[in-house]
């Protein structure tokens, strides 16, 4: 199976950003989506500008922690569409604070988030995958996973984790699946800064504004890896502003 038309892809963080984006760039080539996220009111926004625009879209509250929660997320593509095609796993928190500033808290969710998270959805994607001998996960790590700048340390060491991760599960996914990492430098997001402490969040929202790219960059460049044939694995995708050091 070639090309998006068709496809059934699960996202998680789609309420915003990266993943809003993603879910709009793939309901224009014809996929059906099933959207996930915790704010309700920004995800159902999100399905519902789709359905409007004539695309194929649900969606379900889900929060990525919770692995009842991605079980959900994939009944939901199985019991609305048949099947399930491709897992992007795309919900993050950028709340970076020196270490010194001790938000354990914040550790914790970034932990939470892209780690468990990433498990969760591999845990619950994993077998259906299996049982229909085709599938793709698509992770979203960061260029931080390539380099780490002070204060991401924590952010950088669980976005680190994605890459690993996604590396391990793609030598394990046999001749059946796809795998794939998308790392995106800075992208203009509400999710810049966000729970970050004030000094970084000021200085990531200088940045954002003086550097970043439009989230559409990062939708195609999903587009590109999900709409290559069977058999062709597009393993890693770094895509990052110019003005980016
Ligand atoms: P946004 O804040 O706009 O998007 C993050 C999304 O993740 C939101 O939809 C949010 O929705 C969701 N989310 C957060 N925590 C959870 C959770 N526990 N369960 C379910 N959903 C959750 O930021 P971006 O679009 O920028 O971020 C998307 C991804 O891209 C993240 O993984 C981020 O680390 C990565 N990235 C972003 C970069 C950038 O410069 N913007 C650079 C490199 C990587 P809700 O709050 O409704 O749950």
Not at 156 to 182: I, N, S
Request: proline residues 4%; neutral net charge.
């Amino acid at each position: 199976m070639a090309g998006i038309e068709g496809k059934v892809i699960a996202i998680t963080g789609a309420s915003s950003g990266i993943g809003e984006a993603t879910a709009n760039h793939l309901a224009e080539r014809g996929a059906h989506l099933v959207l996930g996220a915790r704010r309700k009111d920004r995800l159902h926004a999100v399905v519902d500008r789709i359905t409007a625009q004539g695309g194929s879209a649900v969606g379900t509250v889900v929060d990525v922690t919770r692995r009842e929660d991605l079980k959900r997320l994939t009944d939901t593509a199985v019991d609305h569409f048949g099947r399930l095609d491709v897992l992007v796993s795309n919900a993050g928190t950028m709340a970076i604070s020196p270490l010194d500033d001790l938000r354990q808290d914040d550790w914790d969710a970034m932990v939470a988030t892209h780690v468990t998270g990433l498990l969760n959805g591999i845990g619950a994607a994993l077998p259906l995958f299996r049982r229909q001998r085709c599938g793709q996960f698509v992770n979203v790590a960061s260029t931080a996973a390539y380099v780490v700048k002070s204060p991401q340390a924590v952010y950088a060491a669980t976005k680190t984790a994605v890459k690993v991760l996604t590396e391990g599960l793609r030598q394990e996914a046999g001749p059946d699946l796809r795998v794939t990492l998308v790392s995106p430098g800075f992208t203009h997001t509400e999710g810049v800064g966000k729970g970050a402490s004030p000094q970084a969040a000021a200085a990531l929202a200088r940045q954002r504004d003086e550097i970043a790219m439009p989230p559409s960059a990062i939708a195609s460049a999903i587009g590109y890896a999900i709409e290559q044939p069977d058999g062709i694995d597009v393993g890693e995708i770094v895509v990052r502003p110019t003005a980016q050091a």
